[in-house]
């Protein structure tokens, strides 16, 4: 038997397993691709609309076709879900942190981690203020969401588990207001004022609302 068949056979398989790994290559993203997608929506999202930016112009903003996009998201519904989702994450730590207070300077402590979770994502509350009609009748982000009604029954217990004195339950509930109710009664004002000086009035208020005086600062050496 001629020895010219089994490398002909030879030859076909190493041309077949090359073109699998390319076609593997083009459809699969390299590690990173995810992060860098929610990035890109994020900013699309921000700059078009959600309902304005389809999954073809995201896929060509990154410079990848469509079919390497669905690898990691199958719809916009995926990308949005993914983007809301570290916010309920950081939801449940925020109120992690208001049970754990046990007066009114933890309060506070809780409440400017919350500020500062929040400048830290600011993009995200960025395309959040640009799409609010449009994801508050979206499914996704109602889903995504679904567990504030938990969230508030667990702030009403922590609330009276600190204090018995009326007053100091509403003082508690307004700085608390205060900090999570500014980008619905202010967007505007959250997106375009520097953010550093934003923080320090916005504190400033809490640590008013509550009588708490601001932590010395720490020398430098």
């Known amino acids: ?58 896929a060509d903003e990154l410079g990848f076709t469509k079919a390497a996009l669905y690898y990691h998201f199958k719809s916009k519904d995926e ?18 942190r208001l049970e754990g207070a046990t007066d009114a300077t933890e309060w506070v402590d809780a409440l400017e981690w919350a ?24 499914q996704a982000a109602r889903e995504a969401f679904s567990d504030h009604e938990e969230a508030h029954a667990r702030l009403e ?7 018995s004195d009326l007053g100091e339950q509403v003082r508690m509930v307004a700085a608390l207001a205060a900090v999570t109710g500014f980008d619905d009664w202010a967007p505007t004002l959250m997106v375009e004022t520097d953010p550093v000086v934003l923080r320090e009035e916005l504190l400033g208020v809490v640590r008013q609302i ?12």
């Open 1 to 58: 038997m001629s020895a010219e068949p089994t490398r002909r056979s030879q030859r076909h398989h190493i041309r077949e397993a090359a073109r699998r790994d390319h076609l593997e290559q083009e459809s699969e993203p390299p590690l990173g691709t995810r992060e860098r997608i929610l990035e890109t929506a994020t900013r699309l999202f921000t700059d078009q609309g959600y309902d304005g930016t389809s999954l073809r112009e995201i």
């Open 79 to 96: 990308i949005l879900v993914a983007l809301v989702e570290p916010m309920d994450e950081m939801l449940h730590e925020f109120l992690d």
């Open 115 to 138: 500020v500062d979770q929040w400048f830290e994502r600011l993009d995200f509350f960025r395309m959040i203020v640009r799409n609010r009609a449009s994801l508050a009748a979206h």
């Open 157 to 163: 217990r922590t609330v009276r588990q600190m204090s």
């Open 210 to 221: 509550l009588g708490v005086r601001p932590r010395p600062r720490r020398s430098s050496a």
